[in-house]
């Protein structure tokens, strides 16, 4: 009798083979190796294009083994558009942090999710600008000590923390939004799920994805990893409820086998 | 020969129209022809104008200074443009609608009710087919009748093609009231 | 022979851009160019392309970015306060060193300044615009017809180079109707290997801006492109030439400017003065040999354009000296008059004159 060895955990394919540059209890890597678990069974690693944003992750391209492309601070669901126009048979991923997202780029980010636009945007919210050394973000909670808010957000000064997900949700044309976090490991299995779901609609080419992922930032926060991914539950989740906010193509199926 | 022409009225009146219908038939008789319209701030106030130049030779220069020609739609264009005419040259005028007359000795002066023989047809908007008719008798050189006939069905889009016919009456009553004159 | 057509400047290059292949087009609206996105949206279709109103010029440029990595031929238009906007995606477009055509159909500035045609961007068009070292191409179509000839030529110079090349015309260009005989296709073809169109049997492709590693990679990364950009000094120029062979005195212009010099060309020669006209089509590179040839030839150099002095700076760079550049500039939408350049040149003529009196 031959044993055969099963391996139980390994590398996905579509994972570079290099070390990151992320901090110690840093989101991004988890994610990165998420998306690239994903490529791997929906076996759409030669068809992918990543956008890199400007951020912490605008190295992405050097982690996933994919064709991937830069675009600039906030620009990524435009290079993303025009990518997808000119190559509609790939799979296009616009992967951006908050500053990215919600600042510099609320712009493109609206209109591409307005227009429909056939690409998948996996939205890392950390709650404050990472690369950059940790200033106040968009989504910075009302209260949280960054570079530039050293009294905590002053929502009578700067506004609230804006919510992507509901926004995007006042819009008629997104198939697919959802709300998820990387602050434990159950969390994180829920955010694999939803990127497969972003990622195999995209393939079946009904429409526009988004992803918002709550995510750590130990470094710029000042916390102890640990601390960071209980302050995700503790304090973020609070504001930002993890949810499913729309999913028209699962609506869809369960009427067609409703109806069959 | 080289003529400058400016044709000015009111948004409406076809003024950006004329030019091109001009610059069409003259260019198929083998004519350079160029065509500026007149956008943005100098349209503002109603008044819309474009620049044509046609010419036997290459054009240097399609913007025009001192034009030898101008056909004025209403009482803002003359206004306008016939302190601009250079010494000698021609203007048209509307005189169904202009109430001040142009009044320069240097020029050529040519009145003509456009309104009126575009409204005997039944339509307001073709006083500029009347002033093309004027145009042709004035100055047979810049393009042909035929050529400006032919022009029409270029110019004109399919959806307005049926108005070509009274468009064309208009054009001819323009060229019949208007007599041939000597240079000012 | 194909048949020539009465088209709008702004048109004509819109349809030249369909016949050079372009298939995706995104824009923002703004006048005066208005007339190249209502083009693209009815002709795109036809054709099976893509035409696309972005939210902004900032993603307008972006979406060209995208398509162009996609390894299509793509193209945005614009006017100045746009195209300043354009400038971030132009600068990482250079840095990822990948082709597309961009037109600036110039008006008035600086700020919201005004809608008639002007010349006010040259600085930016031929110093980089954006932010880093790098170069842009820059064509000057002085017709409808060069607007239609020099948009063909400028996919073939994008895709032979792989940097943005721009069409840079004042808004009297582009709103002009003229005579055209639409251009043929080049019939020349570009491999991309470099395109992202998935990594399957090939090592994955990356196209970015950013050189991080090792600490030399930027700079090694700014010197191929200066290698490229040198190149390009070599080898790109254009120049059209009128009455210079005798001249006395020679005007340099571009664009409207350069129509209205020509004409006081002619009438300066109808009174037995030696005026001739230098147009340099290509603005950067500028034209230095070919000016310095003629210009060192002459007695004065007058500089007329839609600014108050920016191309100025390249005949006197050209000149370094060797013959007196005098400028006339309007401004504003404002064009140059006629009669002040026939005016400057009849001042120089009579300027001689007492000097070679009084020696
Ligand atoms: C036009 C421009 N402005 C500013 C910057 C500097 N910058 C780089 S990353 C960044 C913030 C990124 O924050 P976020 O999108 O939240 O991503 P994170 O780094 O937290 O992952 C800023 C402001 C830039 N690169 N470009």
């Given at each position: 009798?031959s044993?055969?060895?099963i391996p ?10 290099v070390?990151?540059?992320y901090?110690a ?11 690239a678990?994903?490529?791997d069974e929906?076996?759409l690693r030669e068809k992918t ?6 951020g912490c992750?605008v190295?992405i391209?050097n982690?996933l083994e994919?064709?991937?492309?830069e ?5 990524a669901p435009a290079?993303?558009t ?5 190559r ?8 951006q ?7 510099i780029g609320t712009g ?12 998948s945007v996996?939205f ?17 909670l009302v209260g949280?000590k960054t570079?530039t808010s ?5 929502s009578?000064?700067v506004g609230?923390?804006?919510r992507a ?6 819009l008629?044309?997104?198939a697919y ?8 490991p159950?969390a994180i299995r829920?955010?694999?799920k939803?990127?497969?779901?972003a ?5 079946e080419?009904?429409?526009y994805s988004?992803v918002?992922?709550l995510?750590?930032c130990?470094?710029n926060?000042?916390?102890?990893p640990?601390e960071?991914?209980?302050w995700?539950k503790?304090?973020m ?6 949810k499913?906010?729309r ?10 086998e409703?109806?069959? | 020969m ?6 000015a009225?009111?948004?409406g009146?076809g ?6 219908l001009?610059?069409v038939?003259a260019?198929?008789q083998?004519?350079q ?15 819309a104008n474009?620049?044509v130049?046609i010419?036997?030779?290459?054009i240097?220069?399609?913007v025009?200074?001192?034009p030898s ?5 209403n ?5 306008k443009?016939?302190?601009r ?15 001040n007359p142009?009044t320069?000795?240097?020029?050529v002066l040519?009145?003509?009710d ?6 005997s047809?039944g339509t307001?908007r073709a006083a500029?087919m009347a002033?093309?008719?004027a ?7 810049i393009?042909?009748v ?5 022009a029409?069905?270029?110019v004109?889009?399919?959806r307005n093609?049926k108005h070509?016919p009274v468009n064309l009456?208009?054009?001819h009553?323009?060229f019949e009231?208007t ?5 000012a | 022979m194909?048949e020539?057509v009465l ?13 050079a292949?372009c298939r ?5 609206p703004?006048?005066?160019q ?5 083009y693209m949206?009815r002709?795109?279709?036809e054709?099976g392309g893509t035409?696309?109103q972005?939210e902004?010029?900032l993603?307008?440029i972006?979406m060209?970015?995208g398509?162009a990595?996609?390894?299509v031929?793509?193209?945005?238009s614009?006017?100045?306060p ?5 400038q ?7 840095g ?7 037109v600036?159909?110039?008006r008035?500035?600086p700020g919201?300044g005004a809608i ?5 961007d040259y600085f930016?068009?031929?110093r980089?615009g954006g ?7 820059v ?6 017809q060069?607007?239609?000839d020099f948009?063909i030529?400028?996919f073939?110079l994008?895709?032979e180079?792989r940097m943005p090349?721009?069409i840079?015309?004042d808004?009297?260009?582009?709103q002009?109707?003229?005579?055209v005989?639409l251009p043929?296709p ?9 395109a992202?169109t998935?990594?399957?049997g090939r ?9 991080l590693i ?7 990364h700014?010197?191929?492109l200066?290698?490229k950009?040198?190149l390009?000094?070599?080898k790109?120029?254009r120049?059209?030439?009128?009455m ?5 005195w ?7 400017s350069?129509?209205i010099a020509?004409?006081a060309?002619d009438?300066?020669?109808?009174e ?8 340099p089509l290509?603005l950067?590179p500028?034209p230095e040999?070919?000016?310095?040839e003629?210009?060192s030839?002459v ?8 600014s108050l002095g920016q191309?100025v700076?390249?005949?006197?760079l050209t000149m370094?000296?060797?013959v007196?550049v005098?400028f006339?500039?309007r401004?504003?939408?404002a064009v140059?008059a006629?009669?002040d350049?026939?005016?400057?040149i009849?001042g ?8 070679v009196?009084?020696?």
């Amino acid at each position: 009798m031959s044993v055969k060895t099963i391996p139980m955990y390994k590398r996905p394919e579509s994972l570079s083979d290099v070390r990151t540059h992320y901090c110690a209890g840093c989101g991004h890597g988890i994610i990165h190796k998420l998306i690239a678990e994903v490529l791997d069974e929906l076996e759409l690693r030669e068809k992918t294009i990543v956008i890199a944003p400007v951020g912490c992750s605008v190295l992405i391209y050097n982690y996933l083994e994919v064709d991937g492309l830069e675009a600039a601070h906030g620009r990524a669901p435009a290079v993303a558009t025009g990518i997808k126009r000119a190559r509609p048979e790939m799979l296009v991923i616009s992967y951006q942090g908050d500053g990215d997202l919600l600042a510099i780029g609320t712009g493109e980010t609206v209109h591409a999710a307005n227009r429909g636009e056939d690409i998948s945007v996996i939205f890392v919210n950390n709650a404050i600008y990472g690369m950059t050394g940790g200033q106040l973000a968009p989504t910075t909670l009302v209260g949280q000590k960054t570079l530039t808010s050293p009294a905590g957000r002053n929502s009578a000064d700067v506004g609230f923390p804006i919510r992507a997900c509901e926004m995007l949700d006042t819009l008629e044309a997104p198939a697919y939004i959802e709300r998820t976090s990387v602050h434990n490991p159950g969390a994180i299995r829920k955010t694999k799920k939803a990127i497969f779901k972003a990622l195999k609609y995209q393939k079946e080419g009904r429409g526009y994805s988004f992803v918002e992922i709550l995510s750590m930032c130990p470094t710029n926060w000042g916390v102890q990893p640990p601390e960071a991914a209980d302050w995700v539950k503790s304090d973020m989740v609070p504001w930002y409820p993890l949810k499913k906010f729309r999913d028209r193509p699962a609506d869809e199926d369960a009427d067609k086998e409703k109806a069959s | 020969m080289t003529e400058e022409l400016i044709i000015a009225g009111f948004g409406g009146q076809g003024v950006l129209l004329t030019g091109k219908l001009l610059c069409v038939a003259a260019m198929r008789q083998g004519k350079q022809v160029s065509h500026i319209p007149s956008y943005g701030a100098e349209m503002r106030g109603g008044t819309a104008n474009c620049s044509v130049v046609i010419s036997d030779e290459e054009i240097a220069s399609p913007v025009i200074e001192k034009p030898s020609i101008v056909i004025a739609l209403n009482g803002p264009s003359v206004a306008k443009f016939e302190p601009r005419v250079r010494p000698g040259g021609l203007l048209i005028w509307n005189s169904s609608l202009v109430k001040n007359p142009p009044t320069r000795k240097d020029l050529v002066l040519v009145s003509l009710d456009a309104t009126d023989l575009s409204l005997s047809e039944g339509t307001e908007r073709a006083a500029n087919m009347a002033a093309i008719g004027a145009l042709l008798k004035l100055k047979p050189g810049i393009v042909s009748v035929d050529a400006v006939e032919a022009a029409l069905d270029e110019v004109i889009s399919a959806r307005n093609r049926k108005h070509n016919p009274v468009n064309l009456r208009i054009l001819h009553a323009g060229f019949e009231k208007t007599h041939k004159v000597d240079a000012a | 022979m194909s048949e020539k057509v009465l088209m709008k400047g702004n048109e004509a290059l819109a349809e030249a851009a369909v016949i050079a292949g372009c298939r995706h087009y995104f824009a923002y609206p703004i006048t005066p160019q208005n007339e190249i996105p209502a083009y693209m949206s009815r002709r795109m279709p036809e054709v099976g392309g893509t035409f696309l109103q972005a939210e902004s010029e900032l993603a307008a440029i972006s979406m060209v970015l995208g398509a162009a990595a996609g390894g299509v031929r793509a193209m945005t238009s614009s006017s100045s306060p746009g195209i300043s906007l354009k400038q971030e995606g132009i600068s990482y477009i250079a840095g990822s060193e990948l082709p597309c055509v961009l037109v600036n159909i110039m008006r008035g500035g600086p700020g919201l300044g005004a809608i008639a045609g002007a010349q006010g961007d040259y600085f930016q068009a031929t110093r980089g615009g954006g932010n880093g070292d790098y170069r842009t191409i820059v064509l000057a179509p002085g017709s409808a017809q060069e607007l239609a000839d020099f948009t063909i030529e400028a996919f073939d110079l994008a895709d032979e180079y792989r940097m943005p090349v721009m069409i840079l015309a004042d808004g009297y260009i582009g709103q002009m109707s003229e005579p055209v005989v639409l251009p043929k296709p080049s019939g020349k073809s570009f491999e991309k290997p470099w395109a992202l169109t998935g990594a399957k049997g090939r090592k994955k492709n990356i196209i970015c801006s950013m050189k991080l590693i090792p600490d030399t990679a930027l700079e090694e990364h700014n010197l191929r492109l200066q290698e490229k950009y040198d190149l390009i000094t070599e080898k790109v120029h254009r120049v059209d030439t009128y009455m210079t062979d005798d001249a006395d005195w020679l005007v340099v212009a571009y664009g409207t400017s350069a129509r209205i010099a020509r004409k006081a060309v002619d009438r300066l020669r109808g009174e037995g003065i030696k005026a001739g006209l230098f147009r340099p089509l290509t603005l950067w590179p500028f034209p230095e040999k070919e000016l310095f040839e003629v210009g060192s030839k002459v007695q004065k150099i007058l500089t007329v354009e839609m600014s108050l002095g920016q191309m100025v700076e390249d005949v006197k760079l050209t000149m370094n000296g060797e013959v007196e550049v005098d400028f006339h500039g309007r401004a504003g939408g404002a064009v140059p008059a006629l009669d002040d350049i026939i005016e400057r040149i009849n001042g120089y003529e009579r300027e001689n004159h007492t000097h070679v009196q009084a020696s």
